[in-house]
């Protein structure tokens, strides 16, 4: 798992480079494989705006535009890129600048004219093919309408920083995501650990207007079910400080509304799965097993058959989910949703293996629901996502919840006796450090006697 280091310290204080912090995670038992350096050297490359358009007079397949870069006059640039438009804001490689990949730009003739820099893409600018934002493969980049021109793109962009690489244990699934690894940073250097402030500011309506019900008819295989529900849907690039975050992860940006799903797994380890309200029949989501040869086509647009031992996510006639796998593609977020079902829950990590295995189908979802999940995250994590929906103005969150299953968590108690602590490890470790770790580690805990 990779874990950008930038993004780790928006809850916990790092007082330490990233090589120390790498042996120190790796000395408390989380092993980091590399610390992976995200910086990237680019030169004179600023943020600019096309303001014209033209095509080349001399060459079809060549277009002409003036950019506005914020100096007072606009910059020439040629350039073939088919995805560029009057309006876009795009990275501007200005004379003498260089780029990840050693290349110089200066001014160049193309059939007659002189273009003076070039725009550039996010290959170019250094980053993996893998995670390029949708909208900008095998194109120009493009950065969202309200980038300030003339900044220089390694500021807009944050091209630095570096990530962690984590082997993460099967007994860990606590740590597969930003804020765990967070937490045991702050237990290993004894500093302060900060959880994600949750809170919506406004919600309109009731869920039940649009929703008609969750349900689970196996609990063995679902424990808990929750459901919230986002209306007034605006599908848009999701910002950039979200998009770097994905990347860094090594994740592709999609749209905003996948993005923020992406993000909140990312951040909590809870997966989460959206779906379009209007494609759901009988408005209802029901947790069930598959029924003999059923069949679902999954979201990369392949018909899958399924088994009485799957569990799916099913409307009122068919699957739209394979549970904890992956989504259906007729149910998925598109350019026209208007309200959508967000959906949280707790799989049966055998199950969701299982099926995993049985389909030859892996997901980021899938790698994190096959281990044991909280309870308590299932609503936290939901939260979450309306929370960012309406910070980036994606949607409006619609009043209440509707929930299936087991909601009440009783943490579980186990008694530690420090004299064993010794035995066991061979190290001697004060019984004050450990109610530090402990409490630090979100384990609250107390001496009473001679244990903890």
Not at 105 to 120: A, Q, V, W
Request: charged share 25%.
């Amino acid at each position: 798992m990779l874990v950008p280091i930038i993004c780790m310290k928006q809850y916990v204080e790092i007082n330490t480079d990233d090589k120390t912090l790498s042996d120190k995670l790796t000395l408390t038992g989380s092993h980091v494989d590399a610390v992976i350096d995200y910086t990237k050297e680019v030169i004179n490359v600023v943020t600019g705006k096309i303001v014209e358009l033209t095509g080349h007079p001399n060459a079809d397949k060549l277009v002409v535009t003036q950019v506005d870069i914020n100096n007072g006059e606009n910059v020439q640039i040629i350039t073939g890129a088919k995805n560029v438009k009057e309006g876009d804001i795009v990275p501007v490689c200005l004379e003498g600048a260089v780029l990840p990949n050693g290349l110089k730009i200066k001014k160049t003739n193309f059939r007659g004219l002189p273009s003076y820099g070039m725009m550039c893409s996010y290959e170019e600018l250094g980053f993996d093919d893998k995670v390029i934002p949708k909208e900008a493969k095998d194109g120009i980049a493009i950065l969202p309408a309200n980038t300030e021109l003339g900044k220089d793109i390694k500021e807009v962009l944050g091209l630095d920083g570096s990530a962690l690489e984590v082997e993460v244990t099967f007994n860990r699934p606590d740590c597969l995501n930003i804020v765990g690894m967070a937490r045991e940073t702050a237990a290993t250097l004894g500093t302060k650990f900060k959880f994600p402030e949750i809170v919506i500011e406004k919600e309109e309506g009731i869920i039940s207007d649009y929703l008609n019900a969750v349900e689970i008819e196996d609990e063995s295989l679902c424990s808990r079910f929750y459901a919230k529900v986002i209306k007034d849907i605006k599908i848009e690039p999701s910002p950039l400080w979200m998009q770097r975050t994905l990347m860094d992860a090594g994740m592709r940006p999609i749209n905003n509304i996948v993005d923020v799903t992406n993000f909140v797994m990312l951040e909590l380890g809870q997966p989460l799965h959206a779906y379009s309200l209007s494609a759901l029949e009988g408005r209802k989501l029901i947790a069930r097993r598959a029924k003999k040869d059923e069949k679902i086509v999954t979201l990369d647009q392949n018909e899958r058959k399924l088994d009485e031992n799957m569990l799916v996510i099913a409307d009122a006639e068919k699957p739209a989910c394979i549970a904890g796998v992956m989504g259906g593609y007729h149910s998925e977020i598109g350019d026209d949703t208007e309200i959508m079902v967000l959906e949280s829950a707790n799989f049966s990590p055998k199950s969701v293996r299982e099926t995993s295995r049985k389909l030859g189908l892996r997901s980021e979802a899938s790698a994190r629901n096959e281990k044991p999940m909280g309870y308590v995250m299932v609503e936290l994590a939901a939260k979450r996502a309306c929370q960012l929906i309406e910070m980036i103005g994606a949607g409006t969150v619609v009043g209440g919840y509707l929930e299936a299953g087991k909601s009440e968590y009783i943490p579980p108690v186990v008694t530690l006796r420090p004299h064993r602590v010794k035995w066991l490890l061979g190290v001697d470790i004060p019984v004050d450090d450990m109610l530090c770790y402990l409490n630090t580690l979100e384990i609250e805990s107390t001496l009473d006697g001679e244990k903890i």
